[in-house]
C-alpha cells in the first residue's frame, strides 16, 4: 500500500486528504477501522517514542498519546498493589507490556481519555485485555496475537483502530513537511539517547543510581517526541508528568509539576478511601479523583454534587494535608528539552520531589541553576543536546 485516503485532515474542513509515501510502500497496514490524519501522527510519533524506550531500556514500553503528544509513556516494571488499584487493573495478571500500557495510562488517565496507543513488542492478550477497559481510538504495534486481535476488533462495536507497524522500517534520511505551501526540509532527529548523554555532570553531588539513569533516560526520551517546549517529570520507570507546548519553560515546569502532584495525590489515603457509587463510569471516576485532590475540591462535595458520585461525602482533603503528602514523593528524574533559563524551574520541581535533572546546559544563567541544584543536594547533568519538536 502506497497510500491511505482519509476522510478528512485536522479538521472536517480539511478535505481531501491522505497520507502517502514516495519510494516503497507505507510502513504500516491497517487492520482494523478507518484511522484518522490526526490518529496516524499519534500512532507514527508513539511508535518511534517506545521503540527507542524498549532499546534503550531493554524492556517493553508503552506510550497513550494525544495530539501528538505523549500524555504518558512507560517501561514494563512491575506495579505495586497500590498501582494496581489506581491503575483499574483489576484481575488481569500484567505482563511485561501490559505493565507498560498500565502506568503509560495511570500517569494522566484525564488527558489519556480517547488516546491512541503505541506499544514496543507485540500485543499479548493481557494487554489487549486491559486497552478493552478504556475509552480510546486506537493502537500501533508490531504484531498481535491472535486472541489480542479479536479483543480489540470487538471494541468500539468493530470500529477500533489497529494498525500493525513493520519494526524493521527505516525511513529516510530527509523528512519534509508543508506549511502555507511552503516546503520545510531538514534532517531526521537520529540523536542517540544513552547512558552517555549523563556523563556531564556539573553539581556537587554527582551520584547517579541505575534507577536515575533510567528515569532520566525515559524522560529525555519523552521529550524527543513531545511538542515543544517541554519538560517530563519521570519516577518508578514512568512520565509521571509531562508539560507540553508552553511558550514559557517555567510554565512547562509548572504543568508537569502539577500533573505529578495529582498522580501522587491519586496514591493518597484521601484519594484510596473514596467511595464511589456502582453506576459510577471510569472516566466520570477518574475525573471526581482529579477534581478532589486539586484546588477546586469544594466542586464535587458540595451538597448536590457528591451524591451525584459517592456514596458517602468525603472529608475535604486540606491544602495542608496534600502538601504533607506531596513532600513524601521523592526521587523523581525531571529532563527538558532546553536548557533552564532560570532557577525557578528547579524550585518548583523540588516541590514535586525532584532530585535529578537532565538538560542541555548553555544558559547564561547556567551557575545560576547549578547553585539551585547544590542548594538542595540535587544530580543535575548537562546533555549538550537539544530536543525540540515542532
Given at each position: 500500500m502506497k497510500e491511505l485516503p482519509l476522510k478528512y485532515g485536522c479538521n472536517p474542513n480539511q478535505k481531501p486528504a491522505r497520507v502517502f509515501i514516495e519510494k516503497g510502500e507505507l510502513p504500516f497496514d491497517v487492520l482494523n477501522g478507518t484511522p484518522g490524519y490526526i490518529n496516524l501522527l499519534d500512532a507514527l510519533n508513539g511508535w518511534q517514542l517506545v521503540k527507542e524506550l524498549g532499546t534503550v531500556s531493554g524492556i517493553s514500553a508503552a506510550a497513550s498519546f494525544k495530539h501528538v503528544s505523549p500524555a504518558g509513556a512507560a517501561v514494563g516494571l512491575p506495579l505495586s498493589d497500590t498501582l494496581k488499584r489506581i491503575y483499574f487493573t483489576g484481575d488481569i495478571e500484567l505482563s511485561p507490556l501490559a505493565a507498560a500500557y498500565a502506568r503509560a495510562r495511570g500517569a494522566d488517565r484525564m488527558s489519556s481519555f480517547g488516546d491512541f496507543i503505541a506499544l514496543s513488542d507485540p500485543c499479548d492478550e493481557a494487554t489487549a485485555r486491559l486497552i478493552a477497559k478504556e475509552v480510546s481510538?486506537?493502537?500501533?504495534?508490531?504484531?498481535?496475537?491472535?486472541?489480542?486481535?479479536?479483543?480489540?476488533?470487538?471494541?468500539?462495536?468493530?470500529?477500533?483502530?489497529?494498525?500493525?507497524?513493520?519494526?524493521?522500517?527505516?525511513?529516510?534520511?530527509?523528512?519534509?513537511?508543508?506549511?502555507?505551501?511552503?516546503?520545510?526540509?531538514?534532517?531526521?532527529?537520529?540523536?542517540?539517547?544513552d547512558s552517555s548523554c549523563l556523563s556531564n555532570?556539573?553539581?556537587?553531588?554527582?551520584?547517579?543510581s541505575d534507577t536515575d539513569t533510567l528515569n532520566l533516560l525515559i524522560s529525555l526520551?519523552?521529550?524527543?517526541?513531545?511538542?515543544?517546549?517541554?519538560?517530563?517529570?519521570?519516577?518508578?520507570?514512568?512520565?509521571?508528568?509531562?508539560?507540553?507546548?508552553?511558550?514559557?519553560?517555567?510554565?512547562?515546569?509548572?504543568?508537569?509539576?502539577?500533573?505529578?502532584?495529582?498522580?501522587?495525590?491519586?496514591?493518597?489515603?484521601?484519594?484510596?478511601?473514596?467511595?464511589?457509587?456502582?453506576?459510577?463510569?471510569?472516566?466520570?471516576?477518574?475525573?471526581?479523583?482529579?477534581?478532589?485532590?486539586?484546588?477546586?475540591?469544594?466542586?464535587?462535595?458540595?451538597?448536590?454534587?457528591?451524591?451525584?458520585?459517592?456514596?458517602?461525602k468525603p472529608p475535604v482533603f486540606t491544602e495542608k494535608e496534600k502538601r504533607e503528602w506531596i513532600s513524601k514523593n521523592t526521587g523523581v528524574a525531571v529532563g527538558s528539552d532546553a536548557f533552564f533559563p532560570f532557577g525557578d524551574n528547579i524550585e518548583r520541581a523540588h516541590k514535586s520531589g525532584a532530585s535529578v535533572v537532565a538538560e542541555p546546559g548553555g544558559s547564561i544563567r547556567d551557575d545560576d541553576v547549578i547553585r539551585t541544584c547544590d542548594a538542595y543536594g540535587m544530580v543535575m547533568a548537562f546533555t549538550g543536546m537539544r530536543l525540540f519538536h515542532h
Open positions: 481510538d486506537g493502537v500501533i504495534a508490531p504484531g498481535y496475537d491472535g486472541t489480542a486481535l479479536d479483543i480489540l476488533k470487538a471494541k468500539k462495536k468493530g470500529a477500533y483502530v489497529v494498525l500493525q507497524i513493520d519494526g524493521s522500517y527505516v525511513p529516510e534520511e530527509i523528512e519534509r513537511k508543508q506549511v502555507f505551501g511552503v516546503t520545510f526540509e531538514q534532517g531526521r532527529n537520529n540523536a542517540v539517547i555532570i556539573v553539581t556537587k553531588n554527582k551520584t547517579l526520551i519523552v521529550l524527543k517526541y513531545t511538542q515543544s517546549n517541554s519538560v517530563a517529570f519521570v519516577k518508578e520507570g514512568q512520565a509521571i508528568g509531562v508539560g507540553a507546548g508552553q511558550q514559557s519553560r517555567v510554565h512547562c515546569t509548572r504543568l508537569a509539576a502539577g500533573k505529578a502532584d495529582t498522580w501522587w495525590l491519586r496514591r493518597s489515603p484521601q484519594a484510596l478511601a473514596l467511595e464511589f457509587r456502582d453506576d459510577i463510569k471510569r472516566a466520570e471516576r477518574d475525573n471526581a479523583i482529579d477534581v478532589y485532590v486539586g484546588s477546586e475540591s469544594a466542586d464535587i462535595l458540595a451538597d448536590g454534587a457528591w451524591q451525584k458520585v459517592f456514596k458517602t
